[in-house]
């Protein structure tokens, strides 16, 4: 095998992840609705095709739901968004499904 490029994990992280999941457990409506707020602060425009969708996992006592966020709303998940989205909703709530080869 032969490498021609060397990518950083920003690059390939923008290249190869497709959706961004978001475990949401049993949080407080204003908690969930300040995540939705802080997706939108970091956003792309809906005219740009880059960037990875979004899905979000809600569990609560009183039931579950995966919510398909639209196809436009796309983030980039550049380092800073990356740094955004850990403070918003904790590492351990960020799951990535990557494009296959």
Known sequence: MRVNTIKSLEE???RAVTKLKINI???DKKDVLNII?????????KD???????EMQY???S???NIELDK??????????????????GKENLDFHYRLR
Not at 37 to 45: C, F, G, S, T, V
Not at 73 to 88: G, P, T
């Open 63 to 65: 039931g579950s739901a």
């Open 59 to 61: 569990n609560h006592v």
């Open 12 to 14: 390939a992280r923008i």
């Open 37 to 45: 707020e802080n997706l939108k602060e970091i956003a792309l425009n």
């Open 72 to 89: 436009d709303f796309r983030i980039l998940l550049n380092d800073d968004n990356m740094d955004k989205l850990v403070e918003n909703c």
């Open 25 to 27: 457990e049993g949080q």
């Open 48 to 54: 740009e095709s880059m960037g990875s969708q979004i």
